[in-house]
């Protein structure tokens, strides 16, 4: 069994950086992703981004791209998200995923099975 554990969430100001660690410890499937998805407060959880264990591939979603960087160290299992100039809409509590990442009409699947997810770590980005 696959365990994902957070960290590095925390209080930003806008325009400020944070980077986001996801240890991964266990079975990890080859042929599946790593990435991250987000939950705003009332608000449904969304993709944020992921990275292929077969090609090291990312996606990002739109809010995100060109702000956000997904990587991982192979060596470790570790996989991180650096966020850079912070917005308020990016507050929320931030997730980790281990599933067959799929992209339907430009978003990334939020899955339901199949998919192991660690227990968040909380950004907030305020004034």
């Known amino acids: 069994q696959l365990q994902l554990v957070e960290s590095g969430g925390g209080v930003v100001q806008p325009g400020g950086s944070l980077r986001l660690s996801c240890a991964a410890s266990g079975l990890i499937l080859d042929y599946a992703s790593f990435g991250w998805f987000r939950q705003a407060p009332g608000k449904e959880r969304e993709g944020v981004s992921c990275i292929s264990n077969i090609d090291d591939g990312t996606f990002y979603e739109d809010p995100v791209k060109g702000r956000f960087t997904i990587s991982r160290d192979k060596a470790t299992n570790t996989v991180y998200l650096q966020m850079n100039s912070l917005k308020p809409e990016d507050t929320g509590v931030y997730y980790c995923?281990?599933?067959?990442?799929?992209?339907?009409?430009?978003?990334?699947?939020?899955?339901?099975?199949?998919?192991?997810w660690g227990q968040g770590t909380e950004v907030t980005v305020s004034s």
């Open positions: 995923a281990h599933w067959v990442c799929t992209v339907v009409s430009g978003r990334i699947y939020v899955p339901t099975e199949n998919v192991i």
